[in-house]
């Protein structure tokens, strides 16, 4: 099992930046890539970023491009996501995942575990 932690999230204005943590623990040696999801008020679960654990190759929503990063902090096996130049249409819960397996980056499908979820609200 692993177990993820999230954390950083909070109010901000818009075109204000936020930094989100998630912390693994546990199997953490079965983890082959670790992604951000979100969910906005009355809408799915979407894909926001992904970062494979090895190899560092990342993907990104074209929501996401060019405003936010994610990266890795190998001793801490921590997965971090900046955001910079927030959006009200960012508001969201967002969700730190991990997959062991190696299907698509993108597809929550392809994640076994899951954080609690930590709340971003972007004020205009």
């Known amino acids: 099992q692993v177990q993820l932690v999230e954390s950083g999230g909070g109010l901000v204005q818009a075109g204000g930046s936020l930094r989100l943590s998630c912390a693994a623990s546990?199997?953490?040696?079965?983890?082959?890539?670790m992604g951000w999801f979100r969910q906005a008020p009355g809408k799915e679960r979407e894909f926001v970023a992904a970062?494979?654990?090895?190899?560092?190759?990342?993907y990104y929503a074209d929501s996401a491009k060019g405003r936010f990063t994610i990266s890795r902090d190998n001793a801490k096996n921590t997965v971090y996501l900046q955001m910079n130049s927030l959006k009200p249409e960012d508001t969201a819960v967002y969700y730190c995942a991990a997959s062991r397996g190696w299907g698509t980056r993108t597809s929550q499908s392809n994640y076994d575990y899951w954080g609690q979820g930590t709340q971003v609200t972007v004020s205009s």
């Open positions: 546990g199997r953490t040696f079965s983890i082959n890539a």
């Open positions: 970062l494979t654990w090895n190899t560092r190759i990342t």
